[in-house]
């Protein structure tokens, strides 16, 4: 284990999200040295004994030391997914469990057949089974009549190419997974209607049967003002309190604060993500003169804090906009790497995993993990279970975040139950043990007072006699 890993568990403290994730890679390197595709059974297994010896420093524990669930989920999720990851190209090794499609982007696809889904959440990732109806002739003049599209139509005939790209979904993921693997270049000459919204929308939809955009937009209205509130709550963290010191509810753009938010909790800089340039810039200003990562990478135009516009940037080329509403680029940036099995970047991993997770988890999990809640339950039979009964005013949530219940409740607290009860003031216990000093004090004056009186009064008196 890193040395790192070896003091925190020493110190029973929790280790960096980056030690943490070598960790885990270490941990799957070793087991599958000795099981090529381990099941989610065996690594729940060697989780267990790993929370076991080291459950501060490993395991799902909340503010006041309370274990969610086993303690072992989060852990769990993290060696899954790798060993998902490290399964990626060996098809034949993987086993994964059939699901039904849960949204109308995956209802729309059921003319492709299905394939079984892993824990890195793709279910078509290489399909083999042709639409119905087509052929490997048919489909290629499909992609002829798109390229023609583009060419006569540029970005905004994509609305129309949408349906001809969900039938030609099988050759793209066979181009897009060749060996070698294409460049961005090559995919844009390809499958340019890729690298509008609609099409990569769809491409992901396709791939991983979850509408992106729409998960985030509720993850967003749903989870995003938990996310802040468990920031504003914390405490000696400068780069969250430098968020929040320019966060404006009703200027800034939530989605963008959150983002900047979470890279800053997990100390991740900034450019991993995100550039900033100037709101008037093109595109080819930004070709010009900004050093462009590798790895995707928003371009926001304007303030961080108030997007007025965004670009996404793919291998130092920028693929995407400006286009406008900032979610729609979380969006966009997110499926690029699933759609172009790019590998998340080391110094914004911590921050894409968290945006990876957070649609799966509910929000009663969320508010355990992030802040103090309160639960209204209601029993009138003893032989029954108590009935949850949502707090008034706090928006539908159980349970309802401590925060929210305070602020419902703030009318009806007494700020001074001295004063509205008649109380009489009570000395404080710095004005008590002032009192007795100055007591003391006055004591001590007078004592020593007749002590000198007594004395001079029992002097002798000596006369001379004449």
């Not at 267990?48 to 490993?58: A, E, T, Y």
């Not at 810039?281 to 995707?296: K, N």
């Not at 966009?332 to 790019?342: G, I, M, Q, T």
Request: glycine letters at 6%; one cysteine or more; hydrophobic letters at 40%.
């Amino acid at each position: 284990m890193p040395a790192a890993i070896r003091i925190a568990v020493a110190d029973q403290k929790r280790p960096s999200p980056g030690d943490r994730r070598d960790m885990v890679k270490l941990v799957v390197d070793q087991m599958l040295e000795h099981e090529p595709n381990p099941t989610r059974a065996m690594c729940h297994s060697i989780v267990r004994s790993i929370i076991r010896d080291s459950l501060k420093s490993f395991g799902d524990v909340g503010k006041k030391g309370d274990i969610l669930g086993d303690g072992c989920l989060s852990l769990l999720q993290q060696i899954k997914t790798r060993v998902e990851y490290k399964n990626r190209q060996n098809v034949l090794a993987r086993r994964r469990r059939e699901r039904r499609p849960c949204n109308v982007a995956a209802e729309r696809a059921r003319v492709i057949a299905r394939g079984p889904v892993d824990q890195y959440g793709c279910v078509r990732w290489c399909p083999e089974e042709l639409p119905a109806g087509e052929t490997e002739a048919t489909l290629d003049e499909i992609k002829r009549q798109l390229c023609k599209m583009y060419s006569e139509e540029g970005m905004g005939g994509s609305e129309r190419a949408e349906p001809l790209m969900e039938k030609t979904y099988v050759i793209q993921r066979r181009y897009l997974n060749s060996l070698p693997a294409p460049d961005i270049e090559g995919i844009k000459g390809e499958w340019p209607f890729l690298f509008s919204q609609r099409g990569l929308y769809s491409h992901f939809g396709l791939l991983t049967d979850i509408s992106i955009l729409m998960k985030l937009q509720e993850a967003l209205n749903n989870k995003g003002s938990t996310v802040i509130r468990f920031c504003q709550e914390l405490n000696r963290h400068p780069g969250v309190e430098d968020v929040l010191a320019n966060y404006v509810p009703e200027v800034s753009d939530k989605a963008a604060c959150i983002l900047l938010l979470l890279m800053a909790y997990f100390k991740e800089p900034k450019n991993a993500i995100m550039l900033e340039t100037d709101p008037c810039a093109t595109v080819a200003d930004v070709q010009r003169t900004m050093e462009l990562p590798s790895t995707p990478c928003l371009i926001v135009q304007g303030d961080m804090m108030n997007p007025k516009a965004w670009m996404l940037c793919i291998d130092q080329v920028v693929v995407m906009g400006p286009h406008d509403h900032f979610v729609q680029g979380i969006a966009a940036l997110f499926a690029s790497y699933y759609a172009f099995n790019l590998q998340y970047p080391e110094h914004g991993s911590s921050t894409l995993e968290f945006i990876q997770r957070i649609p799966s988890v509910s929000q009663k999990v969320l508010i355990a993990r992030f802040s103090y809640s309160l639960e209204l339950y209601y029993r009138n039979d003893s032989w029954r279970d108590p009935f949850p009964n949502p707090v008034p005013g706090c928006n539908g949530l159980n349970p309802c975040p401590l925060s929210m219940f305070t602020e419902v409740v703030r009318d009806v607290v007494s700020e001074n139950w001295d004063a509205e009860c008649g109380f009489r003031t009570k000395l404080s216990s710095t004005g008590v043990i002032t009192a007795l000093a100055v007591a003391v004090g006055l004591l001590a004056v007078a004592l020593l007072f007749n002590i000198v009186v007594a004395v001079r009064r029992r002097r002798p008196q000596y006369s001379r006699g004449v």
